[in-house]
Nanobody
Framework: QGQLVESGGGSVQAGGSLRLSCVTS????????IAWFRQAPGKGREGVAT????????SYGDSVKDRFTISQDSAKKTVYLQINALKSEDTAMYYC????????????????????WGQGTQVTVSS
């Protein structure tokens, strides 16, 4: 089944930056989609970014595409989410999930298609 462990969250002021990490283990890293989702209190889960581990093809949610960057270090089996220009509406628990094997380079946008999730890392932005 595998395991994902997120880290890097914290409390920051608006305008600041954070880099979240998602360390994967227990499954083959290649031919997978790794996604970041977030969930704010009282709201549904929102897809933020995805990356296909073969070739690093990325996609982003419309609300974050100018400020968030997803990347990977295949040797470390780790996916990162760089968040810049943080806003109060970015406050949420951030989770990473893994899907695959993916024979298409288009990553799923629905959380139900991800087979394993991490425990989450909290991001709190104060204005």
């Amino acid at each position: 089944q595998g395991q994902l462990v997120e880290s890097g969250g914290g409390s920051v002021q608006a305008g600041g930056s954070l880099r979240l990490s998602c360390v994967t283990s227990g499954f083959i890293f290649s031919r997978k989609c790794i996604a970041w989702f977030r969930q704010a209190p009282g709201k549904g889960r929102e897809g933020v970014a995805t990356i296909h581990t073969d070739g690093g093809i990325t996609s982003y949610g419309d609300s974050v595409k100018d400020r968030f960057t997803i990347s990977q270090d295949s040797a470390k089996k780790t996916v990162y989410l760089q968040i810049n220009a943080l806003k109060s509406e970015d406050t949420a628990m951030y989770y990473c999930g893994a899907a695959g094997p993916m024979f298409s380079t288009t990553c799923p946008t629905k959380g139900d298609e991800y087979f394993v999730w991490g425990q989450g890392t909290q991001v709190t932005v104060s204005s």
